[in-house]
């Protein structure tokens, strides 16, 4: 395939992330609390999916392992907001069905296979170590959040989750610079705003609406924007 394509996917996937994220930090804004809405969960799973298909097409091992850790941690969310039935059940086959084909593949294709992405002579050892460890790392913040939510028997996003988020994301960042993935390099420069500000929120810091919502106009539409968001 088309670098050019491959890239465009990869930023396909960010958008989408950086969407699910930005709406986060929109509904805990207005709630002046951290909010895990359903939509987050939602967008992630498609996210996911795409960015999947991104480190397998770029021979990333960091990027696959990443994206396989999280996948089921996003179905469990759903779970817990009593959402994943609710969605039409051909979205929910496809859920499953997608990353489970992509595993038969990285195991029995003749190209972009396991074998191949493990060798992938644009990785030094020591670079998809650090990649590897930044990406186990960044998704862990997902393992944390599920047994959180687990035992509280609701979908949660602790104070946990943030902290985890800055340092993986930070890793990340470093390791696409030398990887020269314009993907993840972006990616991750944008995601410390909202990691920090939900930090913040999780403190008690005030709401960046809260002054916002003095005007009548303004707390009009960014609460009938944030109704929206389940």
């Known amino acids: 395939m088309n670098n050019i394509l491959i890239i465009g996917l990869g930023f396909l996937a960010q958008v989408l992330f950086f969407i699910r994220t930005i709406t986060q930090w929109f509904k805990s804004e207005q709630e002046g609390e951290v909010i895990s809405p359903v939509i987050y969960w939602q967008i992630s799973l498609l996210a996911s999916i795409l960015m999947l298909t991104y480190g397998i097409l770029r021979n990333d091992f960091a990027i696959v392992l990443g994206q396989f850790i999280v996948y089921t941690v996003y179905i469990r969310n759903l ?36 074998k191949s992405i493990l060798k992938n002579e644009d990785v030094t050892l020591l670079l998809m170590i650090w990649g590897i460890a930044g990406q186990i790392i960044f998704t862990s913040r997902f393992i944390y959040q599920w047994i959180y939510s687990e035992n509280r028997k609701d979908s949660i996003l602790p104070l946990g989750f943030w902290i985890i988020s800055t340092v993986g994301s930070l890793m990340i960042f470093t390791y696409s610079i030398p990887r020269m993935d314009p993907v993840l390099f972006a990616a991750h420069s944008f995601g410390f705003f909202i990691y920090a500000r939900n930090i913040l929120l999780h403190y008690g810091k005030g709401s960046l609406f809260s002054r916002l919502n003095k005007i009548p106009v303004l707390n009009t539409i960014l609460s009938k924007i944030s109704a929206k968001i389940k």
């Open 79 to 114: 779970q817990l907001k009593n959402a994943w039935g609710k969605m039409y059940w051909i979205a929910r086959s496809l859920a499953i069905f997608i990353p489970l084909s992509y595993l038969g593949w990285l195991i029995f294709a003749d190209s972009h296979n396991l």
